[in-house]
């Protein structure tokens, strides 16, 4: 597995080893050992999510306050452009963000930590997003930040649509970086 830093020395892009012939190609998703190996991180997975999203769809950008969620997220169809934001109000990265494109073509996975704001932008006609979780959901303690907040000013590839993001009523009613809630 190789490892790709971000401009937040705390998320990564992980490329795992493709093996592959005219027949298809094989890959192993997650190993615990590879993945503390690679990262220097030991973390337990305790939930296996997977979405399914439309062209246009953005969703996010969600945390929990409590109950913090580490996400290791993949797209196994489709093409989607992925986003963390640090929350952390301590850390030297506070308010930043990074992105990456997620593809089945370029079978990358994106590690965001406890403490960062998650949200994706599907770019092909639909997308098969799979991510594994530190922690539960809990619907109690969710947040969201407006994922436009001018703030924070995330790039999204907006140009690749064909319409304007189609947002859910939780995250048309997001907060802006200035109100939202922060980890301490």
Avoid at 158 to 183: G, R
Wanted: charged share 20%.
């Amino acid at each position: 597995m190789k490892v790709i830093p971000t401009t937040i020395p705390d998320v990564l892009i992980l490329e795992p080893t493709v093996f592959g012939d005219a027949r298809g190609f094989f890959l192993e998703s997650f190993n615990a050992r590879t993945f503390a190996e690679a990262t220097g991180l030991e973390r337990q997975f305790v939930q296996d999510n997977h979405s399914r999203s439309q062209h246009a769809v953005l969703r996010g950008l969600h945390y929990q306050l409590q109950q913090t969620q580490g996400k290791l997220v993949r797209v196994v169809k489709g093409r989607v452009f992925d986003v963390a934001v640090d929350m952390r109000q301590q850390s030297a990265t506070f308010g930043q963000w990074a992105g990456v494109e997620l593809s089945e073509e370029n079978q990358r996975m994106f590690w965001v930590p406890e403490g960062f704001a998650h949200g994706f932008l599907v770019l092909s006609d639909s997308a098969d997003f799979l991510y594994k979780t530190t922690d539960y959901y809990a619907p109690t303690h969710d947040c969201a930040l407006l994922w436009n907040d001018k703030d924070i000013a995330i790039d999204w590839p907006l140009h690749e649509l064909k319409t304007p993001p189609q947002l859910s009523a939780k995250d048309q009613q997001a907060l802006p970086f200035s109100q939202a809630k922060v980890f301490p």
